[in-house]
């Protein structure tokens, strides 16, 4: 089944403890992207990816890396996570000349 | 990419056609119309889109007015399964970078 999936999908932790949230597509897909949701804010942007090794920022990427080593991956890494990045995140990818986006399912992450 | 505006909620029947508006007055030639919709903090799903002819799929059909300045969504037969929130976008097509999510039009289906 073609599908993006995210892990983990529920993560409490506490300001300053690094983690990860990995993204996995597989449908050969050259574009991957995050996006965080927000009450009242829309879905935004936060990196994304037109290839691997080629990654570039959107809206809003302060506090956030990524890596593009493989295709099919695309981790969402929170060095030093603090409390007002506390939301729900989205992995989306897509293939280059289109715009269809598929997403994941979500993690919902929570910092205390 | 040109602005939409879209009604925040709406109320349909189940069963009977659902309705969505957008207005994008400013859209440009090359810009597409995209559909998605959001059911309860899931992933967003791509519905459809359109440039400037009416468009079906096994999900919905899209309307678009001639001067492309807006746009209706139509779920012809809607279920309690189609509550969800109706994000309008207006993107030129082959582009990367964001999809812009607005605020959306937030449906609800009832009995």
């Known amino acids: 089944e073609a599908q993006v999936t995210q892990n983990p999908r529920y993560l409490i932790t506490v300001t300053g403890k690094k983690l990860t949230v990995t993204c996995s597509q597989n449908m050969n897909h050259e574009y991957m992207s995050w996006y965080r949701q927000d009450p009242g804010l829309g879905l935004r942007q936060i990196y994304y990816?037109?290839?691997?090794?080629?990654?570039d920022k959107g809206d809003v990427p302060e506090g956030y890396k990524v890596s593009r080593k493989e295709k099919r991956n695309f981790p969402l890494i929170l060095e030093s996570p603090s409390p007002n990045q506390t939301s729900l995140y989205f992995c989306?990818?897509?293939?280059?000349?289109?715009?269809?986006?598929?997403f994941g399912p979500g993690t919902r992450l929570t910092v205390l | 990419d040109a602005k939409t505006t879209q009604p925040p909620s709406m109320d349909c029947a189940e069963g009977r056609a659902a309705n969505l508006p957008c207005n994008h007055s400013t859209i440009s030639g090359n810009e597409y119309v995209y559909w998605y919709r959001q059911i309860h903090s899931q992933g967003p799903q791509y519905i459809i889109h359109?440039?400037?002819n009416n468009e079906t799929n096994e999900m919905a059909s899209l309307i678009i007015t001639e001067d492309r300045k807006s746009s209706t969504l139509i779920l012809p037969h809607a279920t309690l399964r189609d509550t969800a929130v109706y994000y309008c976008?207006?993107?030129?097509?082959?582009?990367?970078?964001?999809?812009?999510f607005g605020t959306g039009t937030r449906l609800q289906v009832t009995l």
């Open positions: 990816s037109m290839n691997v090794e080629v990654t």
């Open positions: 359109g440039l400037k």
């Open positions: 989306a990818s897509k293939f280059d000349r289109v715009n269809e986006q598929f």
């Open positions: 976008i207006v993107r030129q097509t082959g582009t990367a970078s964001k999809l812009t």
